[in-house]
């Protein structure tokens, strides 16, 4: 690593004798095209230029302790210390690439109080944070960050609905983004963060955060007609255990603060992403980079790999010579069909055990002989976990986790993010790694960073996916071209795709018993390569999958970590085009909105040599049947080549390129 004082060409501190901004400091990104410029009026204030257009108006930062000391109350600047970054990231589970360039330019700004700020400009983003070094601990009381924006842009917002039984702050982070002008938005909508900010002219801004740990998550809130401001759940007091098919613990007394904390620490990143292009909101790892560094010494046995799932598709299985269910003969199906298409593990998911006693296990399932057939086949078993039952027995279950071979967890059923959820992320995360297990979260908010620290922790949900075909039309093509643009920037989601009966706009019906998609099947194909996840779950039924050997051995041969990724064309909520690199080979997918069009891919990514090109596309047929496909192979791809792909309407495609 390189870090070293930056020249003052690269940040300034100035004097001024504006009464508003008698202390100014500016700091630019290694590039130069991005600027921060920073003063103390009563209040710790920042704006951002953009190639010299202001993108960020005066924003406010501050923290109130219970207490009363605040960095707004600390004085002027009393001193700053410059850096430059030039840095290298090697990722143990690749999302989008192997080496992860971290080149920022930093400046941190001291106070009289024992409060500092550091800033981070990167070429694609800033971001600040807060630090204390107080002896003892804290209560924060409340944070500010607000991020001002000029104009009137339009916003994807992604809006709570508020539960009957529950505060505001019980989510399980999977809204649709609402899009909409910022004046039009309700000043009491609340969303939770990443929100994607689009004026008028590019550059877009996503807001989001970081290196979330021992502190609540930040939710965004229009306050005046210009601004979003941060929100905070309030630490929780008293909690009830809310009864049903999957108890969770809700919240029924909040504290006037949002934390107790050490005093002698650092806070969340808050992060502006810049893109003056969509497709490097696509490409961005900034939230990663700015994640805290792994605490793992040795991640070696993190086995990403694709995996199945038989809860969307409620087992309905056909052509089998048993009665489908939770049971042993259908999991064994499973193993089989894993094996059989290239995936690395099933998942046992609700129903294997009770709910609330891992150690109930389903009398039609025979764990030893299910673990030994799976040991046999070489295909590892995963475990669906309700998270309040996970945390109470969670050292005796993870021995047992360990005797059955399983060596991938989903818990599920956590929906919040204040302080003591925070934590309960974080001491699982550990107790996995330190038993060499994989975890998965569901009901949960995002990564945010958390990815990086705890590389076991290989994907979150958080996301408004497959599942939602069960039960509603929410899960649009449409809404599938939002989310690699929004969710996606704060780490892997697990939105469960495959689905292998799928269909028009008009047809679609939800359906608990034959779960269909809107789109087409290479759409469905597509999500593999395009949405960052190193465990991907595919939720479409074997029984028909087993029909179509092809799709299947195609799907199957997909990696799920990479060498390098490259967003060769996109727009937000219209089209994506991905480019990702396996060792020698490379693999394109496309996804597509309601409109049929043509993808123009020009080859130029690709090393010299002969590529076989194999194509899984849309069928001629597809915009009235969206399960038609068409499989074809050649010889001959090379590099600066062109070729135009049809994506019909919720359409997409699958090249794999291998080098011969």
């Not at 007609?225 to 909690?239: R, T």
């Not at 002989?369 to 027995?393: F, K, P, V």
Request: glycine fraction near 6%; charged fraction near 25%.
């Amino acid at each position: 690593m390189e870090s070293m004082k930056v020249t003052l060409l690269a940040i300034t501190f100035l004097i001024s004798s504006a009464a508003a901004a008698r202390d100014s400091l500016q700091l630019s990104s290694p590039a130069g095209n991005i600027a921060i410029r920073i003063w103390k009026e009563k209040e710790l204030k920042y704006l951002v230029r953009h190639n010299g257009k202001t993108i960020l108006g005066p924003s406010t930062i501050d923290m109130l302790l219970d207490d009363g000391k605040s960095i707004s109350a600390s004085g002027s600047i009393q001193s700053h210390s410059l850096s430059r970054v030039r840095d290298s990231i090697i990722s143990p589970v690749p999302e989008k690439r192997r080496v992860i360039r971290d080149n920022y330019n930093q400046v941190t700004i001291r106070f009289s109080q024992p409060f500092s700020v550091a800033f981070r400009a990167y070429d694609d983003g800033v971001a600040y944070r807060i630090i204390t070094s107080f002896r003892d601990s804290i209560i924060v009381r409340q944070e500010t960050a607000s991020f001002h924006l000029p104009g009137q842009p339009t916003i994807y917002f992604p809006v709570i609905s508020k539960r009957e039984n529950a505060d505001i702050f019980h989510t399980s982070f999977e809204e649709l983004y609402r899009v909409t002008r910022l004046d039009s938005l309700s000043d009491t909508a609340l969303a939770y963060s990443p929100v994607l900010v689009a004026p008028t002219e590019n550059p877009k801004i996503a807001i989001i955060e970081s290196d979330l740990d021992d502190y609540p998550g930040m939710f965004l809130q229009r306050k005046n007609s210009n601004s979003l401001d941060a929100v905070f759940a309030p630490y929780p007091l008293e909690e009830k255990v809310n009864p049903g098919e999957f108890p969770q613990r809700i919240v029924t007394r909040r504290a006037e603060y949002i934390a107790r904390t050490s005093g002698n620490r650092t806070f969340p990143w808050r992060i502006a992403v810049i893109a003056k292009e969509d497709r490097e909101l696509a490409s961005t790892d900034i939230v990663y980079r700015l994640g805290a560094a792994s605490k793992l010494t040795d991640p070696s046995w993190i086995k990403p790999g694709k995996g199945t799932d038989e809860w969307i598709i409620g087992i309905n299985l056909f052509n089998v010579p048993f009665r489908a269910g939770i049971n042993t003969a259908t999991y064994k199906y499973y193993i089989d069909f894993a094996k059989r298409f290239g995936f690395q593990r099933i998942m046992l998911d609700a129903g294997w055990s009770d709910n609330s006693d891992l150690f109930a296990v389903n009398a039609a399932l025979n764990m030893d002989s299910l673990s030994s057939y799976a040991r046999e086949n070489g295909i590892r078993l995963s475990m669906w976990t309700l998270a309040m039952t996970l945390d109470r027995q969670l050292d005796s279950a993870l021995r047992q986790f360990k005797k059955w071979g399983v060596d991938f967890v989903m818990t599920d059923f956590i929906d919040r993010d204040d302080q003591l959820a925070v934590r309960f992320y974080h001491r699982m995360a550990k107790a996995f790694a330190d038993q060499k297990i994989m975890l998965m979260f569901h009901g949960a908010f995002a990564p945010k960073g958390l990815n990086r620290t705890y590389p076991n922790v290989v994907s979150t949900e958080g996301v408004l996916g497959s599942e939602y075909n069960i039960w509603s039309d929410k899960v649009t093509p449409d809404h599938d071209l939002v989310l690699p643009f929004t969710r996606m920037l704060a780490g892997p989601m697990d939105y469960e795709p495959g689905i292998l009966n799928n269909a028009t706009r008009k047809g679609f019906r939800a359906n608990d018993q034959h779960v269909a998609s809107m789109g087409t099947r290479c759409h469905q194909l597509a999500m593999f390569l395009v949405y960052d996840n190193p465990v991907p779950i595919f939720s479409g039924n074997p029984s028909q999958a087993h029909l179509e050997p092809a799709f299947m051995e195609l799907l199957g041969s997909i990696p799920t970590t990479w060498d390098e990724t490259k967003i060769i064309d996109a727009r937000v909520g219209q089209y994506i085009l991905t480019a990702r690199k396996k060792g020698k080979d490379w693999y394109v997918g496309g996804m597509n909105d309601w409109t049929q069009r043509d993808a123009d891919i020009k080859f130029d990514f690709l090393e010299d040599g002969t590529y076989q090109a194999t194509l899984c596309q849309d069928g001629i047929n597809s915009d009235r049947y969206p399960a038609d496909y068409q499989i074809t192979t050649e010889t001959g791809t090379q590099k600066n080549k062109t070729k135009s792909i049809r994506m019909a309407p919720g359409g997409g495609f699958l090249l794999r390129l291998t080098k011969q």
